[in-house]
């Protein structure tokens, strides 16, 4: 009686968590490249679903049937080592089950690497993303525009975001849009995004990067066209200009707000060049215990010397 | 050198002072005890200088079990933590330490040695053996993980813990981000104890190759001791490759190299590589011997041999492969591209197929069975549902396109405690009630242990479901904490219930063990299981020299045959003879000492002093090579007498069991 009580409620617990499994983020794609993901996520739940219900319903059956009880104390079991047949059968039917995920997953994968179907015909706005501890900072490079942990765009257009790192290793990813990657210091990848309808989407880092990680998340707004413009005219009047000093300083291991301004640190520095600086500063990292050597991070000459001598640019660093 | 002294001792945080005193008064305790019961000698004579196989497993397990609590205290913090939104239990610096501890823990420092402490019981008395090839080498790797573990363990009081996640990613773990001491912890302690493990390995592989008894052939062997034959050969091949990332990871943070740093060159990208080329293996490590583990009890409990034995071994061989082939589906979203994540999508839902042969296997080993409810056999059926929705959610992270979304989410996190809590807890749960008697003589409450089993498995839904919800809300692993807004609330707090039920049934199984050592019945068979490999062949405990006289194998399931035509049970007191036996060193012990002074002032990077004392590891080596002890005999009086002893009282299976 306990039991069955027990597992009712277990029951009711979990067709609640399914229900309010509608709502989840990854179900309530905003964009063709959420959507696409979904799509992938449903077809193989599916399939992992058909696998639960076998496995666990012969489970079951053989459990129940061949337990022991009182009146069977006396049954001795056969010697039986097995079955070709069935060892073929249940080896072929996973093969084609991974075939039949396979299939979509690769699919996908090329699909998501390129402009979303439907949308090559539009010109993709492109957005340099450049995250740091603990910050996502945005250039727009064609309107002259950086923006401090939150991002807008326009609705319907794909968005093709440039990921580099200023320091450790982020994810950025907006949920609701589509799926994340890496950015990484002296590294660019490349992630196209793009909203169906104006509306708010949280955006974070998923790659764990010191104390302020859990708070690293920013907003993608998503815009009529007229908005944004309009927004972007607005920025490009009133925002504040940002110096190669303030941006250093915006670099530092800090929470920010939003900040806006109307020009971009790639005027000074991309991180994503091979031979950009490494600009953060080890000593601002310092925290309890006891503290090691920190040693030079740049060879300091070498970097003078290639600013000095633009033509040796590129081949000289492929010695390091 | 600039000793700062004031540094040493972590100061200005209520719970590490709390620690800091306990384990001083535990020290003082255990000390004082020992004292006063005049054990000291005991302690050094049987256990800390032994070479036996048993008693090295034993401590291995005992190790675990301690690890086991404190992997635990880190996830039970975890859980207060993110119970509420915005709590304040725990900041995020604090948080960060206690989950890459839980990690470390956890993997390296309960699994890997309960395992290992369990192969180290069983396999030689499941080949026949009357030791591993490498009796001493076996006991240096006891004691080399030992001081490992110990040095890491003593991180968060002394020094700083290292806080850069198990995973210990570059460029966040190297000293450009991360200053502090306290990776250093990670990169020098876990060199210490990988190469006790790579020793285990390598004993392992020489031990069952060449000291299996007259008649067994490779496809006689136990499930169990096929399954660690392949864990043994993963860990030769994998842990020589984390050898060299830690070496690489010290030469960063300790002189000032850049292999993994993102200035002067270095690419943080190549850890990460380099890390999961083990790191994933290392998933099988734990995973094999804990199927193997479930074959025996599944085949014991039903009465039945196990099904498709040679589909099963097929499959280990082929999971073996495949595991090494598989790493970049760690970071598909490193932006590698659509063909490499294609490979590797393929290989790892491959490993599905193998997966799940094994699976239909044991159910198939079970069917027309008559499946006896013990513990250990709970622990066994269990393990198959809860196993299973481990691994569809890994195929389904498996598909790179998808992974995308749930890369980094909690979604992964239940995904892996679906594998490894049914996969590696369990199998170690269920290899303990089962082979408990072996070892000691007595039985672990049936009553208790069913207590301990629905405590532990309800209490593991109730934590990790949640999080296959809460990671496809957005949800991610490693933050410390999560604003109201984001509506994760609910569901992080039902999780947090979820672990009280589950450390409450944690607490039975240690107050199991207490009871049974106290009351359980020590007037048992040897058999007490109706069993059917040759470590039951022998008393309980086993003598220290397994068998009078090594068993002949005819068959698979040897002693079930043995039993079944009444054939080589007895012995004859002429068939007696001398038995050679290694004899105790002291050496591997002082070895675990010298490698934990050197690698203390390597963490803390005190070179003159490291220097120095590493003059101990070598004179250890150069002691050892002019060490030309070759063991002792055993006269065949005292054997006559072992053996007359538990022979005789071969008896009634104990009531307990029903």
Partial sequence: ?320 | MGIKWDEILITGDPIILGSQIAILLTTLGIIGGLTYLKKWTWLWREWITTVDHKRIGIMYIVAAVLMFFRGGMDGLMMKAQTSRPEMSFLDAQHYNEVFTAHGVIMILFMAMPFLIGLMNVVIPLQIGARDVAFPQLNALSFWLFFSGAMLFNIAFVVGGAPDAGWTSYFPLAGKEFSPGIGNNYYAISLQIAGLGTLMTGINFIVTILKMRTKGMTLMRMPMFTWTTLITSVIIVAAFPIFTVALALMTFDRLYGTHFFTVAAGGSDMLWANLFWLWGHPEVYIVILPAFGMFSEIISTFSRKQLYGYKSMVVSIVAIAVLSMLVWVHHFYTMGSGALVNSFFSITTMMIAVPTGVKMFNWLFTMRKGRIKMTTAMLWSLAFVPNFVIGGVTGVMLAMGAADYQYHNTLFLVAHFHYVLIPGVVFAVFAGLYYWWPKMFGFMLNEKLGKWHFWLFVIGFNVTFMPMFFLGLNGAVRRAYTFSAESGFAPLFLLSAIGSVILAAGFAVFCYNIYWSIRYADRNISSDPWDARTLEWATASPVQHYNFAKLPEVKSLDAFWYMKKDNEGLTLKDEEIEEIHMPSNSGLPFLMCVAFGIVGFFLIFEWHLLAAISAVLIIAGLIYRSFDYNDGYHIHKDEIKKTEGAWRKMEGKVNNHVS
């Fill in chain 1, 1 to 320: 009686m306990k039991l069955k009580m027990l597992s009712l409620s277990l029951v009711t617990a979990v067709s609640l968590i399914f229900l309010s499994g509608c709502e989840m983020v990854v179900f309530q794609p905003q964009g063709p490249v959420a959507r696409s993901i979904m799509e992938l996520i449903n077809w193989s739940l599916m399939w992992m679903l058909l696998v639960v219900v076998v496995v666990f319903g012969l489970f079951g059956y053989i459990v129940w049937k061949y337990r022991e009880k009182p009146e069977n104390m006396g049954y001795e079991p056969p010697e039986e080592h097995g079955s070709t047949v069935l060892e073929i059968v249940w080896t072929a039917i996973p093969i084609l089950i991974v075939i039949a995920l396979t299939i979509p997953t690769v699919t996908t994968l090329y699909d998501l690497e390129d402009v979303p179907a439907g949308y090559e015909e539009k010109e993709p706005i492109v957005i340099h993303v450049t995250s740091a501890d603990w910050k996502w900072i945005f250039s727009y490079p064609e309107e002259g525009i950086e923006t401090i942990n939150y991002v807008n765009i326009p609705e319907d257009t794909p968005v093709l975001f440039k990921l580099t790192s200023a320091g450790t290793m982020q994810s950025f990813w907006v949920p609701a849009l589509g799926g994340q990657k890496y950015s990484m210091n002296k590294m660019e990848t490349e992630l196209y995004l793009v909203a169906d309808n104006p509306g708010s989407y949280m955006g974070r880092n998923t790659n764990f990067n010191g104390r302020g990680y859990a708070q690293m998340e920013f907003e993608v707004l998503a815009q009529t066209d007229e908005e944004y413009n309009a927004w972007v005219k607005e920025v490009k009047e009133t925002a504040p200009e940002l110096t190669e000093e303030k941006y250093m300083e915006l670099l530092k291991p800090t929470h920010l707000g939003r900040l806006t301004y109307s020009n971009t640190h790639l005027a000074w520095i991309n991180h994503a060049e091979h031979d950009s600086e490494l600009v953060t500063d080890p000593e601002d990292y310092r925290y309890h215990g006891y503290q090691g050597k920190i040693f030079d991070q740049e060879e300091e000459k070498d970097t003078t010397d290639v600013e000095n001598n633009e033509e040796d640019h590129g081949g000289d660093h492929s010695g390091h």
